[in-house]
C-alpha cells in the first residue's frame, strides 16, 4: 500500500503562486509514477500533470502548461506541483495520486490517491 499526503494549498489572489506537496509513504516498492489531478464540485476529477519518478517523463493538460510545473525528490518520496501565474479558473480540489507503473493522464490508472487540498483563486 501507499499513502499519500498533500500540502500546501490556500487561497491566492489571481496571478499569484502556490506550491503543493505530496509526500509518499510505503513499505514495499517507491511508485513509479505521481501525478496530480484536480477537481470541481459536482464534475468529474481531471488531469493536471504527471511525471516517472526517474524524471525522465512530464506531462500537463494544455491549460496549465507554462504555469505549473511538476518535479519530484526522491530522497524524500515527494512530488511537487509549482503553480504559478493562477487563474480563476485553477480554483478546485486538488489530489495527487499514485502508480506503481502506469504514466497516464487517466485517473483510473492511478492506485492510490491522496485526501485532496482545497486551492482558491480570487478574481
Not at 499513502?3 to 489572489?13: A, H, N, T
Not at 464540485?41 to 488531469?47: D, L, Q, S, V
Request: proline share 2%; charged share 20%.
Amino acid at each position: 500500500q501507499v499513502q499519500l499526503v498533500e500540502s500546501g494549498g490556500g487561497l491566492v489572489q489571481a496571478g499569484g503562486s502556490l506550491r503543493l506537496s505530496c509526500e509518499a509513504s510505503f513499505r514495499a516498492a517507491r511508485p513509479g509514477v505521481m501525478g496530480w489531478f484536480r477537481q470541481a464540485a459536482g464534475k468529474a476529477r481531471e488531469f493536471v500533470a504527471t511525471m516517472t519518478m526517474t524524471g525522465s517523463d512530464t506531462m500537463y493538460t494544455d491549460s496549465v502548461k507554462g504555469r505549473f510545473t511538476i518535479s519530484a525528490d526522491n530522497a524524500k518520496n515527494t512530488v511537487t506541483l509549482q503553480m504559478n501565474n493562477l487563474k480563476p479558473e485553477d480554483t478546485d480540489v486538488y489530489f495527487c495520486a499514485a502508480s506503481r507503473t502506469s504514466y497516464s493522464r487517466f485517473d483510473y490508472r492511478y492506485d492510490f490517491w491522496g485526501q485532496g487540498t482545497q486551492v482558491t483563486v480570487s478574481s
